[in-house]
C-alpha cells in the first residue's frame, strides 16, 4: 500500500498539486483554464483515446458482462444515494447535485489518468472501451435524476438537450470511432500514428494541472454531512458494487481493475455544469469535486495495491 501510494499515486496528485500552487500564484488564470481545458477535452484525450481503441482488438478487450457489472452498480449506488438523501434529510435544494455527484465520475481526467500511468498503455484500451459505456450510463442516470429533483424543466431545457449533449460528446465520438477501426482490422499509417502519439502526450499532465487549478473548497464547513455521504458513495460504495457484480458476473480478471477504476473516479467537473445550468446546488459540486478528488489519492491507492497490474 505505503510503495503504491508514494510510488504511483503520489506522482499523479503532485501535478494536480503543481496545478493549485500555479493558480494560487497567478501562473494559471481563468482564460487560460478554459482554454486548455477545452483543448485537452475535445481534442488531446479523444485523439488518445481513438488511437488506443484503433489499434487494439475490440473483440478481444469487449467484454459484455464488464457493462453490465459496472452499470448496475451505478445503479445500485443511485438508489441508495436517494434513500440517504431522504435519511439524512437533505434540504430540497442540495439533493440533485448530492445524488448526481455520489455517481456520476471524472472519467476524463481522474480515471483515464490514472490508468494510463499506473496499468501503462497495454491495458488502457480495454478501459477506454469500457469507459464509453459507464459515460453513457452516467449520462443517462443524469437526466433522470436532474428531471426528478432538479429543475431540468424550469429553463425549458429537456431529454432532447441532454442527448444531443451525450451523441455529441467528444469522449464517446472517439470510443465509437475507434471501435470502428479497430473493427477494420486496418494498421495506422506510421505518419498518422506517431502524430496521434505527439498530440496525445499532452493530454493526461495537462488533465492533471486543470483538475489542481480548479480545486476550491468553499463549502467544506456547512455541508459536511453531504460531503461525507458523496465521498462514500463514490469512492466506497461503487467500486466496491462493481467489484462483486464483476465478479458475480465472471468478469475476466483484466478487466476487473480496469473497471474498478472508472467506477472510483471523483465527481466529474459536469456536475457543477449542470448545477449552474439547471437547478442544482454548484457550491456542493465544486466543493465536492475537491475533496472527494483529494481522498480519491486513498482509494486508489488501496485499489491498486489490492489488484496490482501482472
Known amino acids: 500500500m505505503f510503495n503504491i501510494l508514494v510510488n504511483t499515486t503520489l506522482p499523479i496528485f503532485s501535478i494536480i498539486a503543481l496545478g493549485l500552487i500555479l493558480k494560487r500564484r497567478n501562473f494559471i488564470d481563468a482564460a487560460f483554464i478554459k482554454t486548455a481545458n477545452q483543448l485537452v477535452y475535445k481534442v488531446a484525450i479523444p485523439v488518445t483515446i481513438f488511437r488506443e481503441i484503433g489499434e487494439t482488438s ?12 459496472t452499470l448496475t452498480a451505478m445503479v445500485l449506488v443511485v438508489l441508495g444515494s436517494i434513500l ?15 445524488l448526481h455527484s455520489s455517481f456520476h465520475g471524472n472519467i476524463a481526467y481522474m480515471a483515464f489518468a490514472v490508468a494510463f500511468y499506473s496499468l501503462g498503455e497495454s491495458h488502457f484500451a480495454r478501459m477506454a472501451i469500457l469507459s464509453g459505456f459507464v459515460i453513457l450510463g452516467q449520462n443517462l442516470l443524469a437526466v433522470w435524476i436532474l428531471s426528478v429533483y432538479g429543475s431540468l424543466n424550469s429553463k425549458g431545457e429537456g431529454n432532447g438537450s441532454l442527448f444531443k449533449s451525450m451523441v455529441s460528446n467528444p469522449i464517446i465520438i472517439s470510443v465509437v470511432l475507434g471501435i470502428g477501426f479497430s473493427l477494420t482490422g486496418l494498421d495506422m499509417p506510421v505518419t498518422v500514428r506517431k502524430g496521434l502519439d505527439i498530440l496525445s502526450g499532452m493530454a493526461f499532465p495537462m488533465a492533471l494541472l486543470l483538475i489542481g487549478a480548479s480545486l476550491s473548497f468553499g463549502a467544506f464547513r456547512v455541508m459536511k454531512k453531504e460531503l461525507a455521504g458523496i465521498a462514500f458513495f463514490k469512492l466506497m460504495a461503487l467500486p466496491l458494487l462493481g467489484y462483486l457484480f464483476m465478479v458475480l458476473f465472471q468478469v475476466p480478471e483484466a478487466l476487473v481493475l480496469p473497471g474498478l477504476i472508472l467506477l472510483a473516479a471523483p465527481p466529474a467537473t459536469i456536475t457543477y455544469v449542470m448545477a449552474m445550468e439547471m437547478g442544482g446546488h454548484p457550491e456542493l459540486a465544486a466543493t465536492s469535486i475537491s475533496i472527494v478528488t483529494l481522498l480519491s489519492a486513498l482509494s486508489y491507492s488501496l485499489i491498486l495495491a489490492a489488484f496490482p497490474v501482472g
Open 84 to 98: 440517504t438523501s431522504r435519511l439524512a434529510k437533505i434540504s430540497d435544494n442540495r439533493r440533485a447535485t448530492f
Open 58 to 69: 475490440f473483440r478481444a478487450n469487449f467484454n459484455l458482462a464488464a457493462v453490465f457489472g
